[in-house]
């Protein structure tokens, strides 16, 4: 079986363009509106940001096989049901008459305060993998075989995320892997750690430089969370479950 991994370098390229260019454009609406400088906010709160990677999943999922899929983008359809809370909204969902095939978070983190955003985002992933999984246990999602669930973030590359951090732990030690480790690095453990514990299918970490609006140019930290391990990794278990469901 061969995969097609829709020329993702490219396209992620493009992605990374389109994020930089929206949250710019968002804080020069702020400006021409005569509001307040809300800083990074603004580009926070602008929505859209991670449209050019939505873009890439679904050329993956209509070139690997499930073209007659159900690919839910819009937020009135989004929501899956939690074991610990009535429901939970994701990025993305693909369904095929009745099944749960993919549910995808994409996240992002810009400077200059990386500290409690990613504290944020890591209790966030966390519960979010846990409490889907239990709902899948307890078929929230009828009797299927086990969905792929995907985390992809972009995080901006700059000397405040590429700087060692200290941590305050007076009691115990913290593992020796987070010792003076950046945020940049803690991303990339973050991600390991949740595929190790098969919380999520997959997990990435691209990183980009504001500048990179014009160039797309983005990089990885790690291969075992690199974009083209998740790229194939989602791509693979499309096709396998085009090939199982006779598609």
């Given at each position: 079986?061969?995969?097609?991994?829709?020329?993702?370098?490219?396209?992620?390229?493009?992605?990374?363009?389109?994020?930089?260019?929206?949250?710019?454009?968002?804080?020069?609406?702020?400006v021409e509106?005569?509001?307040?400088?809300?800083?990074?906010?603004?580009?926070?709160?602008?929505?859209?940001?991670?449209?050019?990677?939505?873009?890439?999943?679904?050329?993956?999922?209509?070139?690997?096989?499930?073209?007659?899929?159900?690919?839910?983008?819009?937020?009135?359809?989004?929501?899956?049901?939690?074991?610990?809370?009535?429901?939970?909204?994701?990025?993305?969902?693909?369904?095929?008459?009745?099944?749960?095939?993919?549910?995808?978070?994409?996240?992002?983190?810009?400077?200059?305060?990386?500290?409690?955003?990613?504290?944020?985002?890591?209790?966030?992933?966390?519960?979010?993998?846990?409490?889907?999984?239990?709902?899948?246990?307890?078929?929230?999602?009828?009797?299927?075989?086990?969905?792929?669930?995907?985390?992809?973030?972009?995080?901006?590359?700059?000397?405040?995320?590429?700087?060692?951090?200290?941590?305050?732990?007076?009691?115990?030690?913290?593992?020796?892997?987070?010792?003076?480790?950046?945020?940049?690095?803690?991303?990339?453990?973050?991600?390991?750690?949740?595929?190790?514990?098969?919380?999520?299918?997959?997990?990435?970490?691209?990183?980009?430089?504001?500048?990179?609006?014009?160039?797309?140019?983005?990089?990885?930290?790690?291969?075992?969370?690199?974009l083209r391990?998740?790229?194939?990794?989602?791509?693979?278990?499309?096709?396998?479950?085009?090939?199982?469901?006779?598609?």
């Amino acid at each position: 079986m061969t995969l097609n991994l829709v020329d993702y370098e490219r396209k992620a390229r493009e992605a990374v363009m389109v994020f930089w260019g929206n949250r710019e454009a968002a804080k020069q609406k702020q400006v021409e509106a005569g509001k307040p400088d809300q800083g990074e906010r603004a580009g926070v709160t602008a929505g859209k940001n991670m449209d050019g990677f939505l873009a890439l999943m679904l050329d993956i999922v209509q070139a690997n096989g499930l073209t007659r899929a159900q690919i839910h983008q819009r937020r009135a359809v989004l929501s899956l049901p939690g074991y610990f809370r009535p429901t939970k909204l994701w990025d993305l969902l693909v369904t095929y008459k009745g099944e749960l095939i993919a549910a995808i978070e994409l996240k992002s983190q810009v400077g200059p305060s990386f500290g409690n955003n990613f504290n944020n985002r890591t209790e966030e992933a966390i519960g979010t993998a846990h409490d889907l999984w239990t709902a899948y246990r307890e078929e929230a999602f009828g009797k299927q075989p086990r969905p792929f669930v995907g985390w992809l973030v972009m995080v901006e590359d700059s000397p405040e995320s590429r700087a060692p951090v200290r941590d305050a732990s007076p009691h115990f030690p913290v593992f020796d892997e987070f010792k003076g480790a950046s945020y940049l690095k803690r991303y990339d453990l973050l991600c390991q750690k949740l595929v190790k514990e098969q919380l999520y299918t997959t997990a990435a970490l691209i990183t980009s430089r504001r500048n990179a609006a014009k160039t797309g140019e983005f990089s990885e930290i790690s291969t075992m969370t690199g974009l083209r391990t998740f790229v194939t990794a989602f791509a693979g278990h499309i096709a396998a479950e085009a090939a199982r469901l006779g598609v």
